[in-house]
C-alpha cells in the first residue's frame, strides 16, 4: 500500500472514531485491513487523549465497540509486542502529537 494512501486510511480511522465521520461498517473495514502496530497505536491515542475529555463516553464507546470484534481483539494483541509500538511508547508521549503528526509519524516508521 502506497505510503500516502496508508497515512489517509489511518487519519480515516482515527477521525471516524474520533469525530464519528465513517460509517461503522466501512470504519470495520478499515480496522480489518489496517497494520496490527498502528491499530493498537491509533487505539492507545484515542484513550490516552480522551482520558479526561467530556466527550470520552462517545469515543471509548466505540473503541469498546470495535475492539469487541474478535480480528480486532486478536490485531491489537498482535500489534501490542511491535517494535514500533515500543519505539513509540519510549520515544513519544500519546498526549504530545495532534492526530496528523501522530499519524505521519507512525506511518513513517512502520514503512521505514
Known sequence: ?????????????????????????DLAELVDDADPALLYLIFRWLRKRYADHPNSDTVIGKLVELGNRGAVA??????????????????????DLDAKAFIELIVEKLES
Open 1 to 25: 500500500m502506497a505510503y500516502e494512501q496508508q497515512q489517509r486510511e489511518a487519519l480515516r480511522i482515527l477521525e471516524g472514531i474520533e469525530n464519528g465521520t465513517t460509517s461503522a461498517r
Open 74 to 95: 486478536a490485531k491489537m494483541k498482535e500489534g501490542q509486542s511491535d517494535p514500533v509500538v515500543a519505539w513509540f511508547e519510549d520515544a513519544y508521549s500519546y498526549r
